[in-house]
């Protein structure tokens, strides 16, 4: 098991199901499951929230898990990774910051031979063209982009709680998916009548997506039961 993980944060919704029932069939209790909002606007509020509140915890060790989307022509659906760093999308100039190297060592040693490590990139919007995937990777240098991960440890960084980052890919560098940006609220939800209209604007980018997603998700709640079983 990583070492004493305490917390497990995951974006809410279908993401949050999959960690649930991978942590399930691990006979897992003693964690505490986190849902999140989506993007790094929703991240902030919620930290501001909750870290006025009192956790009864020293130090506590923490993973962020999810889904995240390949810049690489090196990482397919289904790849499990491991964030050594993770950096800023909406700036310029890059100040990356670092996930915690215990918990990252023990993540590589747990899933030896199956997760790869990675450099991550956080954006406030879905990088939905493979064109501006392919840009972002570029100008970062960067093998994953979600919209969690810098806002999460920027925010935790002058706490005593230390992080690390598993993201399963649910869509490949190749191919262009929906824009759904409009789905999601300035809180970090997504709102369901708008999202269905993104999938029906662009039906084969949709079902790419669907199909992805399914795949990242099965894959994150196996590998969750990987990471946890005794």
Same mark, same amino acid.
């Given at each position: 098991? %990583?070492?004493?993980?305490?917390?497990?944060?995951?974006?809410q919704?279908? $993401?949050?199901?999959?960690?649930?029932?991978?942590?399930?069939a691990?006979?897992?209790? #003693?964690? /505490?499951?986190? %849902?999140?909002?989506?993007?790094?606007?929703? !991240? /902030?509020?919620?930290?501001?929230?909750?870290?006025?509140?009192?956790?009864?915890?020293?130090?506590?060790?923490?993973?962020l898990?999810?889904?995240?989307?390949?810049?690489?022509d090196?990482?397919?659906?289904?790849?499990?990774?491991?964030?050594?760093? @993770?950096?800023?999308?909406? $700036?310029?100039?890059?100040?990356?910051?670092? @996930?915690?190297?215990?918990?990252?060592? #023990?993540? #590589?040693?747990?899933?030896?031979?199956?997760?790869?490590?990675?450099?991550? !990139?956080? @954006?406030?919007?879905?990088?939905?063209?493979?064109?501006?995937?392919?840009?972002?990777?570029? /100008?970062?240098?960067?093998?994953?982009?979600?919209? $969690?991960?810098?806002?999460?440890?920027?925010?935790?960084?002058?706490?005593?709680?230390?992080?690390? &980052? &598993?993201?399963?890919?649910?869509?490949?560098?190749?191919?262009?998916?929906?824009?759904?940006?409009?789905a999601?609220?300035?809180?970090?939800?997504?709102? %369901?009548?708008?999202?269905?209209?993104?999938?029906?604007?662009?039906?084969?980018?949709?079902?790419?997506?669907?199909?992805?997603?399914?795949?990242?998700?099965?894959?994150?709640?196996?590998? /969750?039961?990987?990471?946890?079983? %005794?």
């Open positions: 098991m %990583p070492p004493q993980i305490d917390l497990v944060f995951v974006p919704g279908a $993401e949050h199901r999959a960690v649930y029932k991978g942590l399930q691990a006979g897992v209790k #003693s964690a /505490t499951v986190v %849902p999140i909002p989506v993007g790094p606007q929703g !991240v /902030t509020q919620f930290l501001q929230q909750w870290l006025q509140q009192s956790h009864g915890q020293n130090s506590p060790k923490a993973l898990m999810g889904l995240g989307g390949s810049l690489t090196r990482l397919s659906v289904g790849d499990v990774v491991f964030y050594q760093t @993770c950096v800023d999308g909406t $700036e310029v100039l890059d100040v990356p910051i670092s @996930c915690d190297s215990q918990i990252s060592l #023990s993540l #590589s040693q747990r899933l030896a031979g199956t997760v790869i490590p990675v450099t991550g !990139v956080s @954006c406030d919007r879905i990088i939905h063209t493979a064109a501006n995937k392919r840009q972002l990777a570029q /100008t970062h240098q960067a093998d994953v982009v979600d919209m $969690e991960g810098f806002t999460l440890l920027s925010g935790l960084e002058s706490t005593a709680i230390s992080i690390g &980052i &598993i993201r399963v890919i649910s869509d490949d560098v190749h191919h262009d998916l929906p824009d759904l940006n409009a999601i609220s300035a809180n970090g939800k997504l709102q %369901p009548l708008p999202l269905a209209l993104g999938m029906l604007r662009q039906p084969l980018p949709a079902l790419r997506l669907i199909r992805g997603s399914l795949r990242g998700l099965k894959q994150l709640e196996n590998v /969750t039961a990987q990471l946890f079983q %005794p």
